[in-house]
């Protein structure tokens, strides 16, 4: 297990903005994680598990222990013909995981293409792309009580997904840490295909009948379209959640802004597009200093170059006042941002 003090996190978060840790454990083996169980003492207060650093916005230090899980491995562990079981250790990286099921002819986690971050973090915020979400294909998840509950196992209905939300980014947000994750995926392929961008790219790709490497293909070139990619340019990809709302709210603004996008939910709920919000509020491609929300996609703020967290968390702030102030609507931010 590597120990640093006063360490920093800048190369560990997608925004690269700079914030230092008192202490940082990187586990790196089932032994490193047996050690860390037995001798490090977790406090929720001020101690934080940090996936691949993609939906997190450091605005402060944050004056405790950071904690990365960093052990790999995936392998099939039941097989039906149809139906295959896959299990993967929280360290595995989110996108090389989809690359690999497709390579063993399995289908499933294709729309899920090149969403950055590692696999332990996708259960905790349901991540999803292109009309699919992880709890589609969840099975169940094992994770340590960090309150010293020992190891638990979640099945589905246990990790109350919602969207972009889980138990473990909302009311036990801290208090575990997923060590692995099971997923069903399947051999038969059965294209989802509801989102038309999807279908547009196949179009211009050629393909009528796409299997599930075209699929991902679509999503990977889609993604690499529209958003800035984090090796390049900071953000964290999608910055805010889509806002759901009443259907009468919902279509009273649509009455009073014509092409508004709608998006029926359940129990008569209406989901909005955030980004066409924040686009009609005049802020894409707009700047506040060294922070900026991006010229290709409203929904994603930018670092420029040195731009600290408290400089890009006070862009957010104003895009959300700007919305609320023009359409009522209160936007959530999708990263944990630290030191809001």
Same mark, same amino acid.
């Given at each position: 297990?590597?120990?640093?003090?006063?360490?920093?996190?800048?190369?560990?978060?997608?925004?690269?903005?700079?914030?230092?840790?008192?202490?940082? &454990?990187?586990?790196?083996?089932?032994?490193? &994680?047996?050690?860390?169980? @037995?001798?490090?003492?977790?406090?929720?207060?001020?101690?934080?598990?940090?996936?691949?650093?993609? !939906?997190?916005?450091?605005?402060?230090?944050?004056?405790?222990?950071?904690?990365?899980?960093?052990?790999?491995?995936?392998?099939?562990?039941?097989?039906? !013909?149809?139906?295959? &079981?896959?299990?993967?250790?929280?360290?595995?990286?989110?996108?090389?995981?989809?690359?690999?099921?497709?390579?063993?002819? &399995?289908?499933?986690?294709?729309?899920?293409?090149?969403?950055?971050?590692?696999?332990?973090?996708?259960?905790?915020?349901?991540?999803?792309?292109?009309?699919?979400?992880?709890?589609?294909?969840?099975?169940? *998840?094992?994770? *340590?009580?960090?309150?010293?509950?020992?190891?638990?196992?979640?099945?589905?209905?246990?990790?109350?997904?919602?969207?972009?939300?889980?138990?473990?980014?909302?009311?036990?947000?801290?208090?575990?840490?997923?060590?692995?994750?099971?997923?069903?995926?399947?051999?038969?392929?059965?294209?989802?295909?509801?989102?038309?961008?999807?279908?547009?790219? *196949?179009?211009?790709?050629?393909?009528?009948?796409?299997?599930?490497?075209?699929?991902?293909?679509?999503?990977?070139?889609?993604?690499?379209?529209? *958003?800035?990619?984090?090796?390049?340019?900071?953000?964290?990809?999608?910055?805010?959640?889509?806002?759901?709302?009443?259907?009468?709210?919902?279509?009273?603004?649509?009455?009073?802004?014509?092409?508004?996008?709608?998006?029926?939910?359940?129990?008569?709920?209406?989901?909005? @597009?955030?980004?066409?919000?924040?686009?009609?509020?005049?802020?894409?491609?707009?700047?506040?200093?060294?922070?900026?929300?991006?010229?290709?996609?409203?929904?994603?703020?930018?670092?420029?170059?040195?731009?600290?967290?408290?400089?890009?968390?006070?862009?957010?702030?104003?895009?959300?006042?700007?919305?609320?102030?023009?359409?009522?609507?209160?936007?959530?931010?999708?990263?944990?941002?630290?030191?809001?």
């Amino acid at each position: 297990m590597k120990r640093t003090r006063q360490a920093s996190l800048r190369n560990l978060n997608s925004f690269s903005v700079e914030a230092f840790a008192d202490q940082l &454990l990187e586990l790196d083996s089932a032994d490193d &994680l047996q050690e860390f169980t @037995s001798t490090h003492r977790f406090d929720p207060a001020c101690d934080l598990v940090l996936g691949g650093g993609s !939906n997190i916005l450091f605005a402060a230090d944050t004056h405790g222990t950071v904690i990365l899980n960093r052990v790999t491995g995936k392998r099939i562990i039941a097989d039906s !013909n149809d139906e295959v &079981l896959v299990e993967a250790w929280a360290g595995e990286n989110w996108h090389k995981l989809v690359l690999w099921s497709l390579e063993q002819g &399995l289908s499933g986690l294709e729309n899920l293409a090149l969403i950055p971050g590692l696999a332990g973090a996708a259960p905790m915020q349901n991540i999803g792309a292109y009309g699919v979400e992880l709890s589609d294909v969840f099975d169940s *998840l094992e994770a *340590l009580d960090l309150n010293g509950g020992g190891m638990r196992e979640f099945k589905h209905g246990d990790c109350h997904f919602g969207y972009r939300d889980s138990r473990f980014k909302s009311h036990d947000a801290g208090r575990f840490l997923i060590i692995r994750i099971r997923l069903r995926l399947r051999r038969h392929f059965v294209p989802k295909l509801a989102y038309q961008g999807v279908r547009e790219e *196949l179009n211009t790709m050629g393909i009528d009948e796409p299997g599930p490497a075209e699929v991902s293909e679509a999503v990977i070139r889609i993604r690499r379209r529209k *958003l800035p990619d984090p090796a390049v340019t900071g953000n964290a990809g999608s910055f805010f959640k889509n806002p759901v709302v009443s259907r009468s709210l919902a279509e009273q603004l649509q009455k009073d802004l014509p092409g508004l996008p709608l998006y029926s939910q359940e129990n008569d709920q209406v989901k909005l @597009s955030a980004a066409w919000l924040i686009e009609h509020c005049g802020w894409k491609g707009r700047s506040m200093g060294r922070a900026a929300v991006s010229a290709q996609h409203a929904l994603v703020l930018i670092n420029k170059g040195d731009a600290t967290g408290s400089e890009i968390l006070a862009l957010a702030e104003a895009v959300q006042a700007s919305v609320k102030t023009n359409f009522g609507v209160e936007l959530e931010p999708e990263p944990l941002i630290i030191g809001a």
